[in-house]
């Protein structure tokens, strides 16, 4: 099974930017879709933004034109740039995977962002 783990998260100010990444331990990597989710504290876990196995990318409206979200097939990576943070943007980000052909996924243990001055 697919081995998950993000890192980037910290703390910034409002207006900031910072870089999550997800490393998938397959080298199957080609085959899965990656979204990354967040979830804040009280509240449902929301899906943030998504790569499909292509490189389809979709997002939320509420990271529309701030957030994008891309992968690296020579180092089995997804990554989330987020520029222009809000203190609504403060939330636990957690990196999901799901082979497309056999549907196997797996959730990373989340990374803590904070947006505040």
């Known amino acids: 099974q697919v081995r998950v783990v993000e890192s980037g998260g910290g703390l910034v100010q409002p207006g900031g930017s910072l870089r999550l990444s997800c490393v998938l331990s397959?080298?199957?990597?080609?085959?899965?879709?990656v979204g990354w989710y967040r979830q804040a504290p009280g509240k449902q876990r929301d899906l943030v933004a998504l790569?499909?196995?292509?490189?389809?990318?979709t997002y939320s409206d509420f990271v529309k034109g701030r957030f994008t979200i891309s992968r690296d097939h020579a180092k089995t990576t997804v990554y989330l740039q987020m520029n222009s943070l809000k203190p609504e943007d403060t939330a636990v980000y957690y990196c999901?995977?799901?082979?497309?052909?056999?549907?196997?996924?797996?959730w990373g243990q989340g990374t803590q962002v904070t947006v505040s001055s």
């Open positions: 999901y995977a799901r082979h497309v052909i056999t549907d196997s996924a797996a």
């Open positions: 397959k080298n199957t990597f080609t085959f899965y879709t």
């Open positions: 790569i499909t196995s292509s490189g389809s990318a």
